[in-house]
């Protein structure tokens, strides 16, 4: 079993940066992929970022491509997620997920249904 907390949601101007942690409990973290999606306000849960098991592959949504980094550190138990030149439009929830479809293998996963273990979120806010 998984357990995940995300932190380091925030209300920030647009241009500005933020970064979001995902710590997971439960030894076999590091075995599987992690990713964030977000939900905004009347819209359904998007993927925005993955990172396979190892490290070595990531993958974006091509509206955060160039601005946001997603990154793990193995050690720690934690994925994280660097956003940069934040934009109003980045304005949402943000929520961590790891297991399911992903472990151990570097193959892409970005549906919600790939992913058993859910953080419970993190606002994110971006102004004007």
């Known amino acids: 079993q998984v357990q995940l907390v995300e932190s380091g949601g925030g209300l920030v101007q647009a241009g500005g940066s933020l970064r979001l942690s995902c710590a997971a409990s439960?030894?076999?973290?590091?075995?599987?992929?992690g990713a964030w999606f977000r939900r905004a306000p009347g819209k359904e849960r998007e993927f925005v970022a993955a990172?396979?098991?190892?490290?070595?592959?990531?993958y974006y949504t091509d509206s955060v491509k160039g601005r946001f980094a997603i990154s793990r550190d193995n050690a720690k138990n934690t994925v994280y997620l660097q956003m940069n030149s934040l934009k109003p439009e980045d304005t949402a929830v943000y929520y961590c997920?790891?297991?399911?479809?992903?472990?151990?293998?570097?193959?892409?996963?970005?549906?919600?249904?790939?992913?058993?273990?859910w953080g419970q979120g993190t606002q994110v806010t971006v102004s004007s």
């Open positions: 990172i396979t098991w190892s490290g070595r592959n990531t």
């Open positions: 997920a790891a297991g399911g479809r992903t472990y151990y293998t570097e193959t892409y996963y970005g549906l919600p249904s790939d992913y058993n273990y």
């Open positions: 439960g030894r076999t973290f590091g075995s599987y992929g």
